[in-house]
């Protein structure tokens, strides 16, 4: 199970109401005759070619989309293990690409610690920050 984000639920619900057959069995992504939507006729079928070229983006593919969804989850911060969950990962290696790529981890521990010494730096008796012995 993988959960949705808000801002496309309402034109999912809008696919649904157009494409989908009210059978509760019925698939979101219907094919010609209601059954799978084969990658064969996929690009027919979505008028993908067409549609990508009219957005500006010729030579985007279906699966470029999985790389940028996986990439907003890398990006959020889970860990390793939530993050396998979500892209239907069993191998570490694949998962941790999309880490790598979003390293944007270091900036943000860069900063906190420049926040810090700059609190440091702001306290006029240089109080801030010292270790001092508890207990």
């Known amino acids: 199970m993988v959960g949705i984000p808000k ?53 985007l593919h279906f699966h470029d989309l999985r790389h940028t969804g996986n990439m907003l989850a890398a990006e959020s911060g889970v860990g390793l293990k939530d993050l396998m969950a979500r892209m239907g990962h069993d191998n570490v290696r694949a ?8 390293r944007g981890a270091d900036k943000a521990i860069t900063d906190a610690i420049d926040r810090q010494l700059e ?12 270790l001092a012995p508890v207990g």
């Open 119 to 130: 609190k440091r730096d702001d306290d006029e008796d240089g109080s801030a920050g010292v």
């Open 95 to 102: 998962a941790m690409i999309y880490q790598h790529a979003v």
């Open 7 to 59: 801002s496309i639920i309402s034109v999912l619900r809008e696919h649904i109401a157009t494409y989908v057959q009210a059978d509760p069995g019925a698939l979101i992504f219907p094919g010609a005759k209601g059954g799978p939507l084969w990658r064969s006729g996929f690009n027919t079928r979505t008028r993908w070619v067409g549609v990508v070229k009219e957005m500006g983006m010729p030579g």
